[in-house]
């Protein structure tokens, strides 16, 4: 394959980071409305958080397909796929007239913006050297997409209802689906030959999955991202109920945690690169983990503050992850490998969304969010023992 221009490149990165700012977007605007999706549907918090487990599992699942088929017909088609899925299951979400049709929607959802991530790494990995700059950028849009689609949803779900505030990302969905059109080249699939079978070949999976280094490598993602899981899900709720605020005024601070989260992936990448994955990942659990404690512990709106600061720049693990994955897999497992690394880490990491609603619910949100404490303190333990003991993980 001839290099593409830097100019080529840079392009190219920005539309798939775009397509990754509105495919997570769309799932955000769920967890921004749910104060008043609780009270529309009168359902629990456990109900709606089985919904959003479904929706991420499913989102989960979908990753590993979706880097076979990248491998397959190249990442350019799969990408238009998926976002030509996702504006059409989010707008069929902002009609559904029942807690059971939502989770169904849910699930749709969960299904379309699935197929987008692994080939979108994919893609931004083959065009730069610098793999995990490059990545926190991708990565770094959906860090933004927290931003703006909580702060806009829970404001415009407030004033106008939570089914026009899902719409929206129906609308930004189908305007990221004409800049890929447009903008996004048709590179050569990395492996043509790649059979669909290859789906369904569970001993090549295990192969790959019990290799000591990539099995290291999921856990770290599935207790990271369980944090994630729970942040997205429930954190305006937390907010709302916990701490007091409003429904605007929560998915404000919701919006708070994803900006500092974006500028700080753009350093975790750096970081990575230039010194270790496994330094950048401990430094962001670290901070995570020293969020939730103000935000559980300090009552007064200084405890608020630092808290949401403290989350944000905590979470800036998912570029240095991401670049974990793609350091254990040669160029020929790049799709296959990584689609199946993410639907096996985040699979895990999607019990964070029912985990912490039934905790909530049957003890209350120190409960809830202590759970995140507990995973937290469990990938520091593993970062810290690969390290101390020179397992070479």
Known sequence: MDRPSDSTRRTTLLSV???NFVQLGCRLLVGAVVPLLLVHFETTRSAIGLALTGMWSVYALAQFPSGVLADRFGEHLVLMGALAATAGSIALLALAPSVVVFAVFALALGMGAGLYFAPASTLATR?????GEALGVLTA?????GVVFPAVGGVVGVRYGWRIAIALGAATALGALALTAVTVPRLPPENPDRSLHS???????????????????????????????AVSSFFPTFLVEYRGLTTGTAGIAFGAVWALSAVAQFGAGRLSDRYSRDTAIALSASISLAGVVTLLAVPSTVGLLAGVVLLGIGISWPGPIQARFFDQLRDTERGYGFGLLRTVYMLLASSGSVVVGVLADQGGWTAGMGSVLVVLSACLVLLGANRWYSLGL
């Open 17 to 19: 980071a775009a397509g």
């Open 127 to 131: 065009l730069y050297d610098a793999q």
């Open 199 to 229: 789906v369904v070949d569970f001993d090549r999976h295990r192969r790959l999955l019990t290799r000591p280094s990539v099995a290291y490598s999921v856990a770290l993602g599935a207790l990271v991202g369980f944090t994630f899981q």
């Open 141 to 145: 849009s959906g860090a933004v997409a």
